[in-house]
């Protein structure tokens, strides 16, 4: 798991932060109906977009990266491998959160609203 981290960058930690967050705040919603002002599904959306726009700029420092491959030691191919996988740990954090905030709201019961 560090190992990940460390891959992904240091934007990696504010976003298992959130991540927990997001989280924790499903599990509490779906043991608590109705109650906590934080909304789940926003927190997730936010660690999901979040690790998304860290991917795609990872993808961007990749494909510079490899365009400058004739003054490095490694190879473009080389390069592309090693960076495409850093670049997608970010992605993979995000949808592994959203995956687990949704599978934990789709627990908990239906929110009714009442009119008058």
Do not use: N, Y
């Not at 930690?13 to 934080?38: D, F, K, N, Q, Y």
């Amino acid at each position: 798991m560090l190992q990940f981290m460390r891959a992904g960058g240091f934007m990696m930690w504010p976003l298992l932060v959130m991540g927990v967050v997001a989280i924790t705040a499903s599990v509490r919603r779906l043991l608590h109906p109705g109650e906590g002002a934080l909304d789940p599904s926003k927190l997730a959306s936010a660690v999901l977009t979040g690790s998304i726009g860290w991917c795609l700029l990872g993808l961007v420092m990749v494909t510079r990266a490899a365009g400058d491959a004739d003054s490095m030691t490694l190879s473009r191919s080389t390069i592309l491998v090693i960076g495409l996988g850093e670049a997608l740990c970010p992605a993979v954090l995000g949808l592994t959160v959203f995956a687990i905030v949704g599978a934990i709201s789709s627990l908990s019961p239906a929110q009714t609203t009442r009119t008058v």
